[in-house]
């Protein structure tokens, strides 16, 4: 009798628990080295300056008040405790965003159950170096707090339901519960997060309850009372996780309760403001955005990913209902953030995730069952061939030509994307053709520092200007943080002399300051923000002079 195809994506007895907590420890290890490797070598990021900046009036002066265009107060809330503890720089403002970066990729391994062990080690070593991962995870925004968050909700939802009629449901909804608060502290499109999710389980629910109610063969009314007295029990524990997630909610966007907010105000402000973003355009970009960026960085989780989608939605076994979940998530995700008019780099890690899940899910079970695998799973099991009824040389032939086919655009794609993470991460992180570097300030501004920091004032009594109508000057702000005079203007201020100013390049600074008494020094703000700063000669250091 000739053998079905083995598709089964639970653990092979081939990899030991030992040598799979051995390569996890790797993995992990890995993506904390290669997020952590010279962290504060980049030059900040408009964003990332006005989230720092932000951060130390938080620490400095206990002042916040939630503003929609920079999201939410948790960012901001744990880095002023890193800043408290650690210091305050450009490395130490990055590592709220490197720490919950590796703690989803650890999240993965609580998908064991569902992914076998060679999926969740695949699912974890592809977004460990993940190009886009990777280069997020080392920069201060919000996005890998809530890639975090997603799927610790996720998690969290699956264990609730698979232990509904058991007491170990209670830590589940509780993880659930603060993941989705922690996320809707962070940005607003954890709002989309939930619509997504609560779509998916309304949907599936009415397919559910329509199928109960015709294979029970009962009356829609006494359907519904069954359904709805099933429910009941649980309405309370709900409630309760409902509490802690206002709650959570609430600590966070009134600064620790002490700033006045309501729930309303906070959701209408986030919800008016960047509906108003999506209709004018704000950040617009075509429709298929996202997908140059995923071919580029991201083509082994690309690819793989959607092989997942087709694999899984053709097979039907065990944990189908995930996977249909999952390739839910995948698509719904590129769909939605291709659809709106926000389109920025840093939104492609929430696209990234369901389908680097997904990819490892099927390489996962496709070493599973490859041919060598198949034979030597075989040898441990009885002798079902003696009669030769098993064997087909041209299944088999074709098998292993499949099989190879599929390792060599592995290996071809797994060398592009890391060569891709190396390059964007370490050698391009701040050039400005790069898709992922979008408006990113120039390097220009460390050597404008070195010029500012060499002169023989201090920032105590240094008086600096900085010029720029459409008060874009970021992130000059975060790096003159200590020069207490520094001063910020949509035009040059009517002074008579000036221990330095910085302006845009255009401006003829020389007709109003004498070129005698001031010395010039052009730099790049970031791609097509040229500025130019002027500074009396007598700042400069007699030595160096001399020299």
């Known amino acids: 009798m000739q053998r079905g195809r083995d598709y089964n994506t639970k653990n092979s007895p081939e990899l030991s628990e ?77 590592l709220i965003p490197v ?47 809530i890639v975090f968050c997603t799927l610790a909700t996720v998690i969290g939802g699956i264990r609730y339901l698979e232990n509904l009629h058991s007491p170990k449901r209670y830590p589940y909804l509780i993880l659930t519960a603060s993941s989705l608060a922690i996320a809707v502290s962070s940005k607003e499109n954890a709002y989309l997060i939930i619509l997504m999710f609560g779509a998916y389980a309304g949907i599936y629910s009415l397919y559910r309850f329509y199928s109960d109610w015709k294979k029970e063969k009962l009356s829609l009314k006494k359907t519904l009372i069954l359904k709805i007295s099933a429910i009941f029990p649980f309405i309370p524990e709900v409630l309760l996780s409902g509490t802690l997630f206002i709650f959570i909610v609430m600590l966070f966007y009134t600064s620790l309760f002490r700033t006045p907010e309501t729930l309303f105000s906070i959701v209408e402000r986030a919800f008016s403001h960047w509906m108003e973003m999506h209709r004018i355009e704000r950040i ?11 071919l580029v960085y991201e083509s082994p989780i ?87 009824t098993d064997k087909n040389p041209t299944f088999e032939t074709k098998r292993s030509r499949a ?80 020069y207490e005079k520094a001063a910020y203007y949509t035009e040059p201020p009517a002074k008579a002399k000036y221990d330095a100013i910085i302006v845009p390049a255009k401006y003829r600074m020389y007709e109003v300051i004498p070129e005698e008494k001031y010395a010039s020094y052009n730099f790049s703000l970031r791609p097509g923000k040229e500025f130019t700063l002027y500074y009396n000669k007598e700042l400069e250091n007699t030595e160096e002079k001399r020299i």
């Open 302 to 388: 690309l690819i793989f990913g959607t092989a997942g989608i087709v694999h899984f939605l053709k097979k039907k076994g065990e944990n189908a209902s995930f996977f249909m979940f999952l390739s839910y998530w995948a698509v719904a995700s590129l769909l939605l953030y291709s659809y709106l008019q926000e389109k920025v780099p840093w939104l492609v890690v929430h696209i990234v995730l369901p389908f680097g899940i997904l990819a490892g899910a099927y390489l996962g079970d496709f070493f599973s069952r490859a041919p060598g695998q198949r034979q030597k799973n075989l040898l441990g099991t009885e002798n079902m061939n003696l009669s030769g």
């Open 99 to 145: 720490f919950f970066g590796v703690a989803a990729i650890l999240l993965l391994f609580l998908l064991k159950k569902e992914l076998g062990e060679r999926g969740v080690l695949w699912s974890a070593f592809l977004l460990s170096f993940s190009p886009s991962m990777v280069y997020f995870s080392r920069f201060f925004r919000n996005d890998p707090i």
């Open 18 to 94: 030992k040598k799979y907590k051995i390569l996890g420890f790797l993995i992990i290890l890995f993506a904390l080295s290669i997020r952590l490797f010279d962290l504060g070598e980049r030059v900040f990021h408009h964003d990332e300056s006005v989230h720092a900046s932000f951060t130390l009036r938080l620490l400095e002066t206990g002042q916040y008040r939630y503003n929609p265009a920079y999201h939410g107060p948790f960012l901001f809330h744990s880095t002023a405790v890193v800043f408290h503890f650690l210091g305050i720089n450009d490395t130490t403002a990055r």
């Open 403 to 482: 099989h190879i086919f599929v390792v060599g655009i592995l290996v071809l794609t797994l060398i592009i994307s890391l060569a891709q993470c190396i390059s964007v991460n370490f050698y391009r992180s701040m050039e400005p053709d790069e898709l992922m570097t979008y408006s990113q300030a120039s390097p220009d501004i460390r050597q404008l520092m070195e010029k500012i920091e060499g002169f023989n004032i201090g920032p105590e009594t240094l008086s600096i200007s900085v010029v720029d109508p459409e008060n874009l000057y970021w992130p000059l702000p975060w790096y003159l943080r200590d």
């Open 284 to 294: 617009g970009g075509p429709f298929y955005f996202y997908i140059p960026i995923l």
